[in-house]
């Protein structure tokens, strides 16, 4: 079972540059969730999408912007990346109430 | 606003020893909460939950949870502690009645060390 994948794993960017980070879940999950933890801050909600063809803010959306691309798809644009925004990005997808299901992450450095 | 209090960065226990890693929340009704484990370059595993019902939950690889709702805690247990269970743990909490998608709130996580 392939769960939630991201693509890409590691990233390297400058500042400046856009990006956009895939994710796929093939659980047939309604709900789908994007993160970035940082240490000592645990996960911190960045957009979610609770259902195909809605998205909504979360902590903290400033610097991004998503797509619910369809059921199974939810991409996460850095429009213009800054130093700030290096982080590990995760990827999650849920049915309603049960838990979330987690990618592996995107290690995202901005230079 | 909910939110999730870990109040250790680390805790250290000896293999074979019981573990405890605690955690508090704030919500406004009925909290569900669970318990999550981070290894390494890996992203985060489901490990329990408490919705409703027992107050004592059982979880994956032997863990489990007591739901205190006087103390407003919700500490993770296992009995005898594994080397292989040295990973950062997290709780999360969501608020019942909000709506939106089954939204977390996660604590900042406690790095759990198991020594020989």
């Known amino acids: 079972n392939a769960g939630v994948t991201q693509t890409p794993k590691f990233q390297v960017l400058k500042t400046g540059q856009s990006m956009t980070l895939q994710c796929a879940q093939d659980?047939?999950?309604?709900?789908m969730y994007w993160y970035r933890q940082d240490p000592g801050m645990g996960l911190r909600l960045i957009y979610y999408?609770?259902?195909?063809?809605?998205?909504d803010k979360g902590e903290v959306p400033n610097g991004y912007n998503v797509s619910r691309l369809n059921k199974r798809e939810f991409s996460l644009r850095l429009e213009s990346a800054a130093p700030s925004q290096t982080s590990v990005y995760f990827c999650?997808?849920?049915?309603?109430?049960?838990?979330?299901?987690f990618g592996d992450g995107t290690r995202l450095s901005i230079l | 606003a909910q939110s999730v209090a870990q109040p250790e960065d680390q805790v250290n226990v000896a293999e074979g020893n019981p573990l405890t890693v605690k955690c508090t929340y704030s919500?406004?009704?009925?909290?569900?909460l669970f318990w999550y484990v981070q290894y390494p370059n890996r992203g985060l595993q489901f490990l329990l939950k408490y919705i409703t019902g027992d107050n004592l939950v059982k979880g994956s690889y032997g863990f489990e949870a007591e739901f205190n709702k006087s103390q407003t805690s919700f500490h993770l247990k296992k009995p005898s502690a594994l080397v292989s269970d040295s990973a950062l743990y997290f709780c999360?909490?969501?608020?019942?009645?909000?709506?939106?998608?089954?939204?977390?709130?996660f604590g900042t996580g406690t790095q759990l060390k198991v020594e020989l």
């Open positions: 659980m047939n999950h309604n709900s």
């Open positions: 919500v406004s009704g009925n909290p569900y």
């Open positions: 999360a909490v969501r608020d019942g009645v909000t709506g939106g998608g089954n939204k977390l709130t």
């Open positions: 999408s609770a259902s195909e063809g809605t998205t």
């Open positions: 999650a997808s849920s049915p309603i109430p049960q838990p979330q299901h």
